[in-house]
T-cell receptor, first 117, second 113 residues
Framework: NAGVMQNPRHLVRRRGQEARLRCSPM?????VYWYRQLPEEGLKFMVY????????ESGMPKERFSAEFPKEGPSILRIQQVVRGDSAAYFC???????????????FGPGTRLTVL | DAKTTQPTSMDCAEGRAANLPCNHS???????VYWYRQIHSQGPQYIIH???NNETNEMASLIITEDRKSSTLILPHATLRDTAVYYC??????????????FGKGTLLTVNP
C-alpha cells in the first residue's frame, strides 16, 4: 500500500505566479489535511477536507489560498499570486474514514518545498 | 489543546538509550500524549501515544508520570537514523477539532557515532 504521495517535491515560482500542490492520500483514506512549515518552525494546520467538502479551513490565509478534494483525483492546494513569504514546506496528511467522532491517525506525505523567487 | 515544553536539542551516543522529556503541566483528563518525529526533509512520522499507562511499541516506549504532567519518550538503542526533531503533542482524541495536530518546535535529537 503506497503511502501519501505529494507532487511536485520541489516547486519554484516567481512572485505573482500561481502554485499548485497535489496530494494523493493513502488507499482507502478519505480525509486529507494540509500543514505548512515555515523555515525553523513547527508545522501549522491549514485545512481539513473530506471528499468534495471543506471541513475546517481555519488555518488558511484569508486571501490567495484555496484547497479542494474532488470526488476523483488528488487534493489540490492552490496559492495564487505567490509572495516570498509563501516559501515553505507544505505537507499533506491523510486518514481513513472515522466511525464516529474518534480520531484516526494521520499519515504524512514527504512534502512539497515551495520556493518563491 | 495543552501546551508542551521540550528541550531545544539533545545528544545521544549510538547504541545508547535516548530519553526525551516533555512537560505538559496543563494537560486535561481527556487529552492524550502523542509523539511524532521528523527526519530532515521528510514528513512527520507517528511514533507512539498514551493516556496514563506506559506504552511500548516496536519503535519506542512512552513513560507518563502518575500526575500526567510530564512524559518521557525512550528510544532504547538509538541509531544514526534516529537523528530527527521529536515533537510531543497533547490533544483530545474525540470531539471538537481533535484532528488538528499542533506542532511546537520539538527537540532536535542528534545521535553521534
Amino acid at each position: 500500500n503506497a503511502g501519501v504521495m505529494q507532487n511536485p517535491r520541489h516547486l519554484v515560482r516567481r512572485r505573482g505566479q500561481e502554485a499548485r500542490l497535489r496530494c494523493s492520500p493513502m488507499k482507502g483514506h478519505s480525509h486529507v489535511y494540509w500543514y505548512r512549515q515555515l523555515p525553523e518552525e513547527g508545522l501549522k494546520f491549514m485545512v481539513y477536507l473530506q471528499k468534495e467538502n471543506i471541513i475546517d479551513e481555519s488555518g488558511m490565509p484569508k486571501e490567495r489560498f484555496s484547497a479542494e478534494f474532488p470526488k476523483e483525483g488528488p487534493s489540490i492546494l492552490r496559492i495564487q499570486q505567490v509572495v516570498r513569504g509563501d516559501s515553505a514546506a507544505y505537507f499533506c496528511a491523510s486518514s481513513p474514514p472515522t466511525g464516529g467522532s474518534s480520531y484516526n491517525e494521520q499519515f504524512f506525505g514527504p512534502g512539497t518545498r515551495l520556493t518563491v523567487l | 489543546d495543552a501546551k508542551t515544553t521540550q528541550p531545544t536539542s539533545m545528544d545521544c551516543a549510538e547504541g545508547r538509550a535516548a530519553n526525551l522529556p516533555c512537560n505538559h503541566s496543563t494537560i486535561s483528563g481527556n487529552e492524550y500524549v502523542y509523539w511524532y518525529r521528523q527526519i530532515h526533509s521528510q514528513g512527520p512520522q507517528y511514533i507512539i501515544h498514551g493516556l496514563k499507562n506506559n506504552e511500548t511499541n516496536e519503535m519506542a516506549s512512552l513513560i507518563i508520570t502518575e500526575d500526567r504532567k510530564s512524559s518521557t519518550l525512550i528510544l532504547p538503542h538509538a541509531t544514526l537514523r534516529d537523528t530527527a526533531v521529536y515533537y510531543c503533542i497533547v490533544r483530545v482524541v474525540s470531539g471538537g477539532s481533535n484532528y488538528k495536530l499542533t506542532f511546537g518546535k520539538g527537540t532536535l535529537l542528534t545521535v553521534n557515532p
